[in-house]
């Protein structure tokens, strides 16, 4: 069993920064691989960016450059530093773990968080 929790969430005005933090309980933290997504109003969950147990990472088109995520096994945390935000990032961020290795379709993670608001004004 896994439990996640985000932070870092807020308002902040186009071309600024945040960092999403999500931290994770238990002793395996590091054989799973970690997910972001995301999910505006009205629209479905999608993905932003990945990271595998082994550290590979993986991003949506839409963030490549702007967003960062990285991952601290002693801190059982991933992170997600976010740069040059735009309106269109606006939503609940959520992450997500799932055995190994990191895929884009959210309906295969076995954990969630609560999700985090990021709200980004022009």
């Known amino acids: 069993q896994v439990q996640l929790v985000e932070s870092g969430g807020g308002l902040v005005q186009a071309g600024g920064s945040l960092r999403l933090s999500c931290a994770a309980s238990?002793?395996?933290?590091?054989?799973?691989?970690m997910g972001w997504f995301r999910q505006a109003p009205g629209k479905e969950r999608e993905p932003v960016a990945g990271?595998?147990?082994?550290?590979?990472?993986y991003y949506v088109d839409s963030v490549k450059g702007r967003f960062t995520i990285s991952r601290d096994n002693a801190k059982n945390t991933v992170y997600l530093q976010m740069n040059n935000l735009k309106p269109a990032d606006t939503a609940v961020y959520y992450c997500?773990?799932?055995?190994?290795?990191?895929?884009?379709?959210?309906?295969?993670?076995?954990?969630w968080g609560q999700g985090t608001q990021v709200t980004v004004s022009s």
């Open positions: 997500a773990a799932r055995p190994l290795y990191y895929r884009s379709n959210y309906y295969s993670y076995d954990y």
């Open positions: 238990g002793r395996t933290f590091s054989s799973y691989a």
């Open positions: 990271i595998n147990s082994g550290s590979s990472t």
